[in-house]
């Protein structure tokens, strides 16, 4: 056996390391579709209107406000990040990690309320 | 990852905070009017400055999702800079290539 | 000579207080203490060692060492918190271990007592060093004069941006804690690491040095600060309560303008 792997315990700033590392291998299987989708419209309008009557389906519609949290929540981390290494140090990351979840989770429900 | 992609990425990034931020409004505001295929198209045809948008937005987020991807392929994975750099490249390729056509597919009058 | 340990009782100062940590390990007379043995492969091994009040980690494996296997290996020096020799990994996270209070990290009078990770074990609990000072090398974290003795002494004021920018990162003793605790180290075999980077800002930061240009090559190349995700564990962990994330996005800072200059 070789000498196991103790987890470390896992802190915020782990947690919004791997959130933006997810999301943006996410995002980046994601966009090829969405470009694809969009191409549709080479083809006409037809093509495209029946793509966003299928995507009428709750479950659809659950999953395009889980791209926007993804989208947001990459962008925040993101901003977090350039701020880190743009600007002097700044005590108070675990904070501003938690804030961009939250902030991204909180504008995600309210495009959710609005497609339902 | 060296200094060359470092600033491309970061750069790239940048760029995009804003389009993205205007691209979530415009979700927000489709997703209120509840608009068709017609009526979204009806306002991306011809239109320059929507062509200019979603052109360097494209542009933009290939350049960063491939610096990205090979981030993670080179930490996550058993492939070194080399060949991490060639997927990464490729991916990044289709994603010019995808996204070009999908700009002009709504963009064209 | 076998040392008989007896556990001692300790009255409680508050009798109508409600049962403290230190009030339940009066009920506890030993720690279950597993240690890595052997190399890249190997096994935990279990020691039963009388608890103590008032016992360090560092106190546990000499205990173990000294009185139940002699054919244990580790490494320690000054036993004080200034050497840095002692680092282990305990409980999932690299530590100080004449600095860790057993009360502290026992749970349930368990520990779980390892080699720093990132780096080739050679026995035991000790780690070897050589990658981590070899990587220190590769950062040029080594002060390369620019003037002789005939010169004039270099006036360096210290409440000047670069000497506050320097000392704010100088403390660093090389223990490894910080290059342990690192995912980056852990995923990504070319890179420096937080400590070598960390010497790197200060001699960046130093006018008297004359090897910058080399410098700002070594740490923009692949596996140089770029690497760095900010994870801040680096940060978190370090014992002198240095920062190497703030150390790393200055040079982050540096290379870019020098690149966006053409100076790299």
């Known amino acids: 056996m070789t000498v196991r792997h103790l987890s470390q315990r896992r802190n915020v700033l782990w947690i919004a390391a791997l959130v933006h590392r997810l999301s943006g291998l996410a995002l980046a299987i994601f966009l090829p579709v969405h470009f694809l989708t969009l191409g549709l419209a080479i083809h006409g309008e037809a093509p495209l209107e029946s793509f966003l009557r299928w995507s009428d389906q709750p479950l659809v519609k659950l999953a395009e406000s889980g791209l926007v949290f993804l989208l947001l929540v990459h962008m925040l981390g993101g901003l977090r990040l350039l701020v880190i290494e743009n600007l002097p140090w700044r005590d108070g990351q675990k904070e501003l990690a938690t804030i961009a979840a939250g902030l991204s989770a909180v504008i995600a429900l309210i495009l959710l309320t609005r497609l339902f | 990852m060296n200094v060359r992609l470092y600033v491309w990425q970061r750069l790239t990034a940048a760029l995009m905070v804003p389009l993205v931020l205007a691209h979530v409004a415009v979700i927000f505001y489709a997703s209120r009017k509840g608009m068709t295929a017609a009526d979204i198209l009806a306002r991306t045809r011809g239109s320059i400055a929507w062509a200019s948008f979603y052109g360097a937005f494209v542009i933009a987020v290939a350049i960063h999702a491939a610096i990205g991807v090979r981030n993670v392929l080179t930490e996550w994975s058993p492939l070194k800079d080399r060949s991490a750099g060639i997927f990464a490249s490729a991916f990044g390729a289709l994603l010019l290539l995808l996204g070009a056509r999908a700009v002009v597919a709504v963009v064209l009058p | ?264």
């Open chain 3, 1 to 264: 000579m076998r040392l008989h340990v007896r556990p001692r009782r300790r009255r409680p100062k508050n009798p109508g207080k409600e049962a403290t940590k230190e009030s339940m390990s009066d009920t506890r007379s030993e720690l279950t203490v597993s240690l890595w043995r052997g190399a890249q492969q190997g096994r935990y091994e279990t020691y039963k060692v009388p608890w103590r009040e008032n016992q360090t980690v560092l106190d546990v494996v000499t205990f173990v060492q000294r009185h139940l296997d002699p054919t244990l290996s580790y490494r320690f020096a000054c036993r004080v918190g200034m050497c840095g020799s002692c680092a282990m990994t305990v409980n999932g996270r690299p530590r100080w271990t004449c600095r860790t209070h057993v009360s502290s990290v026992a749970k349930d009078g368990r520990l779980d007592i390892g080699p720093l990770e990132n780096l080739p074990i050679i026995k035991d609990l000790a780690a070897d060093m050589q990658p981590f000072f070899d990587k220190w090398q590769q950062a040029k974290g080594a002060f390369v004069p620019s003037q002789t003795r005939n010169d004039e002494i270099e006036r360096i004021r210290p409440d000047s941006a670069a000497r506050i920018a320097a000392d704010a990162a100088i403390e660093c003793i090389n223990c490894g804690i910080c290059y342990a605790a690192c995912d980056t180290v852990r995923w990504n075999s070319d890179y420096l690491g937080p400590a070598a980077l960390n010497r790197a800002w200060t001699l960046v930061n130093d006018v008297r040095d004359g090897a910058n240009a080399v410098r700002l090559q070594a740490v923009a190349a692949s596996g140089g600060c770029h690497a760095c995700h900010s994870h801040q564990s680096c940060q978190e962990l370090c014992p002198q309560r240095l920062n190497p994330t703030a150390s790393i996005a200055g040079l982050k800072r540096r290379t870019m303008w020098a690149y966006l200059k053409g100076e790299l």
